[in-house]
T-cell receptor, first 113, second 112 residues
Framework: EPEVTQTPSHQVTQMGQEVILRCVPI?????FYWYRQILGQKVEFLVS????????KSEIFDDQFSVERPDGSNFTLKIRSTKLEDSAMYFC???????????FGSGTRLTVV | GQQLNQSPQSMFIQEGEDVSMNCTSSSIFNTWLWYKQEPGEGPVLLIA?????ELTSNGRLTAQFGITRKDSFLNISASIPSDVGIYFCAGQTGNNNNDMRFGAGTRLTVKP
């Protein structure tokens, strides 16, 4: 079964450093998303991406965040200057068409120290 | 934004018991979805509901899309230990972005 692949599975970074979280969505999917989940809390929407541009972003997704689809397969989330409160699981998701359920990756656990 | 209220927050049940959890919202949704998340994994789609009043089953799982389009429930019958996990409802408004919003989750523990 097709999968959404995320790397790395765990990243530890120092506060103030830049991190890039990588995702390879399912190949025929057109809609891409990033969500985050702080430990023990609910899954929160960050950003959606379609047709090579951001279609919606939440209030969490401030100027420190950016997304890119640099080629036909990767979808990245960059945090420019990490803060302690950015520590969370970050999930990438994709789907083929609107109204379809999303397929999530296994997540990247980001720890900011 | 669209707020989803999911309850209960947690459940401790005996193997074999039936389970029911629900989500409500003050907003209307065009799609309701139920996901299960196990430790260290991303959410996995269990059931998707696309029409008000729709009742859909997936094995021992049954979910319904409320007539008002503001609520949904998930039932699990004859629970087994591998049902353990966090169950999230999610709603989509059906606007151009169709982005999901999640409920806070129901943590299910099944005692053998």
């Amino acid at each position: 079964e097709p999968e959404v692949t995320q790397t790395p599975s765990h990243q530890v970074t120092q506060m103030g450093q830049e991190v890039i979280l990588r995702c390879v969505p399912i190949s025929n999917h057109l809609y891409f998303y990033w969500y985050r989940q702080i430990l023990g809390q609910k899954v929160e929407f960050l950003v959606s991406f379609y047709n090579n541009e951001i279609s919606e972003k939440s209030e969490i997704f401030d100027d420190q965040f950016s997304v890119e689809r640099p080629d036909g397969s990767n979808f990245t989330l960059k945090i420019r200057s990490t803060k302690l409160e950015d520590s969370a699981m970050y999930f990438c998701a994709s789907r083929e068409k609107v109204f379809y359920g999303y397929t999530f990756g296994s997540g990247t656990r980001l720890t900011v120290v | 934004g669209q707020q989803l209220n999911q309850s209960p927050q947690s459940m401790f049940i005996q193997e074999g018991e039936d389970v029911s959890m629900n989500c409500t919202s003050s907003s209307i949704f065009n799609t309701w979805l139920w996901y299960k998340q196990e430790p260290g994994e991303g959410p996995v789609l269990l059931i998707a509901l696309y029409k008000a009043g729709e009742l859909t089953s997936n094995g021992r799982l049954t979910a319904q899309f409320g007539i008002t389009r503001k609520d949904s429930f998930l039932n699990i019958s004859a629970s087994i230990p591998s049902d353990v996990g966090i169950y999230f409802c999610a709603g989509q408004t059906g606007n151009n972005n169709n982005d999901m919003r999640f409920g806070a989750g129901t943590r299910l523990t099944v005692k053998p």
